[in-house]
């Protein structure tokens, strides 16, 4: 019976071993992106600079000084190049069938999640250029949603160098609360609008922000949900050594 826990790790079986061992996955949005480069490393370097985009994004809210979005905007570049390196690889690999079209579209969700959190950083960038006043009720809901989200991606940049079937599940499970959050978000948002406690400016701005917390979480979610179904097809690297 196949262990609840850990199974096969799609990305070691394309690439067995990381061109370079992380040792501190907390300091690896630090890595340039890289022309040669195994897919779990890829994926490594660009979730772990979105988990620093994120981690700037929930201070550029309250203020925004550029070089603190600059260092944003430039993680968020070095997602979008490494995107295409991973892309390029994929394609032109010689891996075919389910494990291919199971991963083909990790590169992408992660470059649309940097795309999203740079529409953060646009919202926090007009909030500071033109004053635009959030309550602090907005502030706290969007504390919550910056802490939950951290956390989440945090897991599943673990998930991809142990997918574990119960870190996946808890990241779903996490995907879950996030999805609720952001809806009853927007159901107190209005009703602040209609009683006069929310700037009439800030309204869109929190939408949007809203929207892209939402948007993310869905991509987490699938990434998750697509190494569980994967863990259930593909033999565990043990499988493939006793074949």
Aim: aromatic share 6%; charged share 30%; glycine share 4%.
């Amino acid at each position: 019976m196949r262990e609840k826990g850990i199974f096969a790790n799609p990305f070691r079986m394309m690439s067995p071993k990381l061109d370079t061992e992380v040792t501190r996955l907390e300091d690896y949005y630090k890595k340039p992106y890289a022309e040669s480069v195994s897919l779990e490393e890829g994926l490594l370097i660009m979730i772990s600079k979105e988990i620093e985009m994120t981690r700037i994004l929930s201070k550029c809210v309250v203020t925004c000084p550029e070089p603190l979005a600059q260092q944003c905007q430039t993680l968020a570049e070095a997602i979008h190049r490494q995107e295409k390196v991973l892309t390029r690889d994929l394609v032109s690999s010689k891996v075919r069938g389910e494990l291919l079209k199971g991963v083909i579209r990790f590169p992408y969700r992660l470059e649309r999640i940097g795309d999203l959190l740079e529409s953060m950083l646009r919202c926090c960038r007009i909030k500071a250029r033109d004053h635009i006043p959030f309550s602090e009720k907005a502030h706290a809901e969007l504390d919550q949603l910056f802490a939950v989200l951290t956390d989440m991606m945090t897991n599943l940049r673990d998930a991809f160098r142990t997918p574990n079937r119960i870190l996946l599940e808890h990241i779903l499970s996490q995907g879950h609360k996030l999805r609720q959050m952001v809806e009853d978000f927007k159901i107190t948002h209005w009703d602040r609008l209609e009683a006069g406690f929310c700037a009439v400016e800030a309204s869109p701005v929190y939408r949007d922000i809203l929207d892209s917390f939402r948007l993310i979480n869905e991509y987490l979610e699938k990434m998750a949900q697509t190494l569980l179904d994967l863990g259930a097809r593909i033999p565990t690297e043990d499988a493939v050594g006793q074949s």
